[in-house]
T-cell receptor, first 114, second 114 residues
Framework: GQQLNQSPQSMFIQEGEDVSMNCTSS?????WLWYKQDPGEGPVLLIA?????ELTSNGRLTAQFGITRKDSFLNISASIPSDVGIYFC??????????????FGKGTHLIIQP | GAGVSQSPRYKVAKRGQDVALRCDPI?????LFWYQQALGQGPEFLTY????????KSGLPSDRFFAERPEGSVSTLKIQRTQQEDSAVYLC????????????FGPGTRLLVL
């Protein structure tokens, strides 16, 4: 099945730093979404992208749908302690075939160093 | 408004027992999805409903897994004769008909099979 490669696996940052993470696929996707998951909770939708090249912001978060349709990135500016968590990219393959659900990456663990 | 709710939040079952997991989607959301999340992994798609119709069950791992949504709102995921490998977090998500891929997740049910 489809796989999304998400990197980095983990990030150790200091409060106030900017963060960048990305997600790539071997095939074209027509939808990219970014979620954040805290321990013991379900994923929370941060940003949804539907068009190649689309750049969307949500507060300090900015995400882009890559022009090749095979990648997406998420940036977090001026990180704060509550940004700690696991960030997942998810997408829907362009082919439309196969499962109707989203395909998820393995997540990026964001850790803020004291 | 209320988000997606799931019950129970935690379930411990002995191997061979049957379990039933409940999902209450966001009111008015026609699409409902079930995912399985193993420890340290991203969610993996199990099945999809549009109203009461189960349109995709390609992700269900075996015939021991069964899902229903008889009235197009609440859904139940049933696992028969549970096995240790069924231990995971089971997530439910819903979306409106207009923006199908912007899925909103519940907190999940953590299933432990002993």
């Amino acid at each position: 099945g489809q796989q999304l490669n998400q990197s980095p696996q983990s990030m150790f940052i200091q409060e106030g730093e900017d963060v960048s993470m990305n997600c790539t696929s071997s095939s074209i996707f027509n939808t990219w979404l970014w979620y954040k998951q805290d321990p013991g909770e379900g994923p929370v939708l941060l940003i949804a992208l539907y068009k190649a090249g689309e750049l969307t912001s949500n507060g300090r978060l900015t995400a882009q749908f890559g022009i090749t349709r095979k990648d997406s990135f998420l940036n977090i500016s001026a990180s704060i302690p509550s940004d700690v968590g696991i960030y997942f990219c998810a997408g829907r393959p362009y082919s439309g075939g196969g499962a109707d659900g989203l395909t998820f990456g393995k997540g990026t663990h964001l850790i803020i160093q004291p | 408004g209320a988000g997606v709710s799931q019950s129970p939040r935690y379930k411990v079952a002995k191997r061979g027992q049957d379990v039933a997991l409940r999902c209450d989607p966001i009111s008015g959301h026609v699409s409902l999805f079930w995912y399985q999340q193993a420890l340290g992994q991203g969610p993996e798609f199990l099945t999809y409903f549009q109203n009461e119709a189960q349109l995709d069950k390609s992700g269900l791992p075996s015939d021991r897994f069964f899902a229903e949504r008889p009235e197009g709102s609440v859904s139940t995921l049933k696992i028969q004769r549970t096995q240790q490998e069924d231990s995971a977090v089971y997530l439910c998500a819903s979306s409106s008909g207009e923006v199908r891929w912007a899925q909103y997740f519940g907190p999940g049910t953590r299933l432990l099979v002993l």
